[in-house]
């Protein structure tokens, strides 16, 4: 069922434009998470603002490191194939290692940060939630993930973003990294006005 899922997903984007715009999300469709964490950390604006977009950043990275975790030690009991691997009729649209296909990495870690970033600007995170599952589509499509392998990566995504949200101690560090950061660039920023 996965398999034929899979294939049809494929065949059914071979017009040129939705194969052309999924190669080019499998491939770059996380620079979005990269870039909105640069541009939001270091936008000007209130001290309380600010330390507020810094806090969301950190919660989602740590959700990202918590899911990456789980599908590290999920690797290492169960490999599975990639469709590419695994059935000649898949083709594979972009270059990858024939490592562990389950769960979706790419899918997992985008739609956790966009859970973490969603609990505190609800545009924004819906944004990188949607942008997650076009991610997760577009990476069914390059014939590099089963369909289970992008639900699994939303469910592990999820998981490690609840890790991330009900652990105090992750929570205070989002919460303390911000205001040590605003206290050193305004120390350096005094010394260079010296």
């Given amino acids: 069922m996965d398999y034929w899922l899979s294939k049809k997903i494929q065949s059914l984007c071979a017009p040129s434009c939705l194969r052309t715009g999924s190669i080019w999300l499998a491939r770059?469709?996380?620079?979005?998470?990269?870039?909105?964490?640069?541009v939001q950390w270091f936008r000007p604006g209130r001290p309380e603002g600010q330390r507020q977009?810094?806090?969301?950043?950190?919660e989602a990275l740590f959700s990202v490191l918590c899911s990456s975790l789980m599908s590290y030690v999920i690797a290492r009991i169960w490999r599975r194939p990639r469709p590419f691997a695994a059935h000649r009729d898949?083709?594979?649209y972009v270059a990858h290692k024939d490592n562990a296909s389950f769960p979706s990495?790419?899918?997992?870690n985008a739609f956790a940060a966009g859970l973490a970033v969603?609990?505190?600007s609800k545009l924004a995170g819906l944004f990188l939630i949607l942008w997650s599952l076009l991610i997760g589509f577009s990476r069914i499509v390059c014939g590099i993930h089963y369909v289970s392998d992008i639900?699994?990566?939303?469910v592990l995504g999820l998981a490690g973003w609840r890790v991330t949200a009900r652990n105090k101690g992750l929570r205070w560090?989002?919460?303390?990294?911000?205001?040590?950061w605003t206290w050193l660039t305004e120390r350096i920023c005094q010394r260079?006005?010296?």
Avoid at 53 to 58: C, M, Q, T
Avoid at 105 to 108: E, G, P, S
Avoid at 173 to 180: D, E, F, S, V, Y
């Fill in 53 to 58: 977009r810094r806090r969301s950043l950190l």
């Fill in 151 to 154: 639900l699994g990566g939303l």
């Fill in 118 to 120: 969603f609990y505190r």
């Fill in 90 to 92: 898949i083709r594979q």
């Fill in 173 to 180: 560090l989002a919460m303390g990294l911000p205001w040590l």
């Fill in 105 to 108: 990495n790419h899918t997992m």
């Fill in 192 to 194: 260079e006005r010296r």
């Fill in 28 to 38: 770059a469709g996380f620079w979005v998470y990269i870039i909105y964490g640069i």
